[in-house]
Each structure stands twice: as C-alpha cells, then as structure tokens.
C-alpha cells in the first residue's frame, strides 16, 4: 500500500499573503485542522488550527474587539506558517510514511509530485482508518483468535487447515509479540461466531488459543 492510496486529494489550500481571519474561516467552513499554503503551485508552509489559536488573543486580553479584528485582518499566513512542512512523495510505502511521521512527530504528511506540486495529504485518522483497522479486522464481523506456541510448529499451516477444514473464511491475519509465553503471537479473524470446532483443533495440537474481543 503506498501514499497515494490512503492520501486525501484535492486538498484545500490557500497562498500565503491570507489573513488569519480568513484562513480561519475558511477551515471551519471546510471542517479541517490544517492548511497548506501554496505560491504560483509551489508549496511555501502549513499552518495548523493549533498554530492559529497561538496568534489569537485570549479571552483575557485587554484588547478591543475592533484591535483583534484589526490584528486577524492585517496578519498574513506568511508571517506565522510552519516554512518546512514534512513532505513524501504519492509513491512512497505508508510503512515508510508512517516512520516519517514518527520521527518527525508530526499529525500529517503533505504529498508532493516531482514537480512541486501539492497532490494530497495523510493525517493521523488516515493511517488508523484506511491501515490498521483493515489490518486488525477493526470493524469488521466474525470472530478475532490468538493462537499462541512457544515451538517452531509450523503455526500457520495449523490455522489455515483448522480454518478451511471448518469452511471458515479468513478475514485478517497478523503477528504480534508475545507477553504471555515468549513465542510466537497469530491473531486470525475469521467470518464466524462459533469457533468452537476451531479452537479445540489447536488446542489438541498443544496450541494456547484465546478468543479476543472486537
């Protein structure tokens, strides 16, 4: 899965000579948390709804309503953007975009062409979302089983024949490390219920086997 699969298009955005007045209206009429700011199709910053709320006076101010409308209406985006937004390209893997995000300890990722020019965004919600609840099984029917061995059984083979055997469908399947027993950890949901049948198979192979919740 790359970028350019999870990332939202169309971004809105706006040249950075806007006002914080207006950049402010224009996210809550859009509903979003961040802008990008671009000049002549080039990406210049971002500001986010966070950095907005900086450079907006407090309710315990001592200034007039008149000098706060003034100061919103007469600061420019230029003068408070982030210059350096993290930027990856459409193409990049969302593993490698998601450690950039990390390293970088930042909530989105701006996607830029070859060209310069701003295709797409992914946030923090995207990765959840379009990543790892497809990957959990979040949200998804049917049942979530761990299956736990200590041994170098072939752990995967057990599960597909206890699986297909029992007409049992695969939804999801993942490893995860182990807290309980210092081996390894699958985690298979599949399209049923009742996984009695199922679990008792790999008990009787010597397996752990737990029943999760969804």
């Known amino acids: 899965m790359y970028v350019k699969d999870i990332m939202t298009m169309n971004v809105v955005n706006v040249p950075s000579n806007t006002t914080v007045s207006d950049a402010k209206k224009i996210m809550d009429a859009h509903k979003i948390r961040r802008l990008p700011i671009v000049d002549r199709g080039k990406l210049v910053g971002i500001v986010t709804e966070h950095r907005l709320e900086a450079y907006t006076p407090s309710k315990a101010t001592s200034l007039s309503v008149w000098e706060i409308g003034y100061l919103l209406g007469n600061t420019t985006l230029k003068e408070i953007m982030e210059k350096n ?88 399947l993942h490893m995860i490390s182990s807290t309980e027993i210092g081996g390894k950890d699958i985690v298979v949901q599949v399209d049923t219920e009742n996984v009695d049948k199922m679990v008792k198979e790999l008990k009787d192979k010597d397996y752990e086997v737990l029943v999760r919740k969804r």
């Open 85 to 172: 937004p993290v930027s990856v390209t459409p193409e990049m893997t969302v593993e490698e975009a998601l450690a950039t995000a990390q390293d970088r300890k930042v909530g989105s990722l701006l996607a830029i062409e070859k060209s310069g020019q701003l295709v797409g965004i992914v946030t923090t919600n995207d990765f959840f979302y379009k990543v790892a609840n497809p990957t959990l099984g979040i949200g998804m029917p049917g049942t979530r089983v761990e299956v736990m061995s200590k041994t170098d059984k072939p752990i995967l083979e057990d599960i597909s024949k206890a699986t297909s055997q029992k007409g049992m469908k695969i939804l999801t």
